[in-house]
T-cell receptor, first 110, second 114 residues
């Protein structure tokens, strides 16, 4: 499985945008980029996914580099409830499993 | 309730005992997954079912582990002769009828082996 690299931790102020980076230089043409987050004491929660084009949904935006070797999850206005571990995952379109790394622990400062 | 449920939420057992966990997926989902998560790590894939068929198993799933989904609805994960290294959070997820659909996770079963 292709690997992703994320910072171990990040901090952001409440009500400000947050940009969470992910490097995936060995991404293949059949890999989708998925983001999940895990709030304390809960199971992971789907956030967003994309292949080549930028994507938006009610939770976040996903910006994908033109060469697809990196991506950025954007939370437009962070709230305290967004404090979680965020996982960037490459998922082969023909495979079912998700391969999680250690993710980025996001702390929101009130 | 429309979410994935797991039972029990916590289990403490002594080394050598057998334990069984249950997962009830979202009702219309035909795909079901088991993951294991240890402290400070991301979840690790264990196995995957499409309806009642177990289609993929990780090398992590030793012969002491067995998972079933007899009627394509709920699933059970059994661990025989538990070891201290089995202590972890066991997560179940389900998804709809297409590859790359998002997986919906349950709250997990935390196993402590003493």
């Amino acid at each position: 499985d292709a690997k992703t690299t994320q910072p171990n931790s990040m901090e952001s102020n409440e009500e400000e945008p947050v940009h969470l980076p992910c490097n995936h230089s060995t991404i293949s043409g059949t890999d989708y980029i998925h983001w999940y987050r895990q709030l304390p004491s809960q199971g992971p929660e789907y956030v967003i996914h994309g292949l080549t084009s930028n994507v938006n949904n009610r939770m976040a935006s996903l910006a994908i580099a033109e060469d697809r070797k990196s991506s950025t999850l954007i939370l437009h206005r962070a709230t305290l409830r967004d404090a979680a571990v965020y996982y960037c995952i490459l998922r082969d379109r023909k495979r079912e499993k998700l391969t999680f790394g250690t993710g980025t622990r996001l702390t929101i400062i009130p | 309730d429309t979410g994935v449920s797991q039972d029990p939420r916590h289990k403490i057992t002594k080394r050598g005992q057998n334990v069984t966990f249950r997962c009830d997926p979202i009702s219309e989902h035909n795909r079901l997954y088991w993951y294991r998560q240890t402290l400070g790590q991301g979840p690790e894939f264990l196995t995957y079912f499409q309806n009642e068929a177990q289609l993929e198993k990780s090398r992590l799933l030793s012969d002491r582990f067995s998972a079933e989904r007899p009627k394509g609805s709920f699933s059970t994960l059994e661990i025989q002769r538990t070891e201290q290294g089995d202590s972890a959070m066991y997560l179940c997820a389900s998804s709809g009828d297409a590859t790359n659909y998002e997986q919906y996770f349950g709250p997990g079963t935390r196993l402590t082996v003493t």
